[in-house]
């Protein structure tokens, strides 16, 4: 199975931007569709962007559209959240997950075996 680890957390200002990582080990990471999930205070875990095991489909939630950006980079086993013009509603604890390739693109956390231990994204207003 594959392992998640994610990075690059942090207090930002509103408008700021933020880079998350998610290093995956263990298993070949392209084997895997890819997912970022958040979650606020008292909050559902929520789909954020997700890509395809090659990165070439992307897929967004409507929140989030024209402003982050999902990538992956498998050669380096990383998938990458570019977060810009961050809002005060965009705090959340932000978490990596994974899927087999072969299923289903799922946009529910249900539909995701494999996730990472989140990284604090806090926006001050």
């Known amino acids: 199975q594959v392992q998640l680890v994610e990075s690059g957390g942090g207090l930002v200002q509103a408008g700021g931007s933020l880079r998350l990582s998610c290093e995956a080990t263990?298993?070949?990471?392209?084997?895997?569709?890819m997912a970022w999930f958040r979650q606020a205070p008292g909050k559902e875990r929520e789909f954020v962007a997700g890509a395809s095991w090659s990165g070439v489909q992307t897929y967004y939630a409507d929140s989030v559209k024209g402003r982050f950006t999902v990538s992956r980079d498998n050669a380096k086993n990383t998938a990458y959240l570019q977060m810009n013009s961050l809002k005060p509603e965009d705090t959340a604890v932000y978490y990596c997950a994974a899927q087999l390739a072969s299923e289903t693109y799922a946009y529910t956390s249900q539909g995701y075996p494999y996730w990472g231990q989140g990284t604090q994204v806090t926006v001050s207003s």
């Open positions: 263990g298993r070949t990471f392209s084997r895997y569709a």
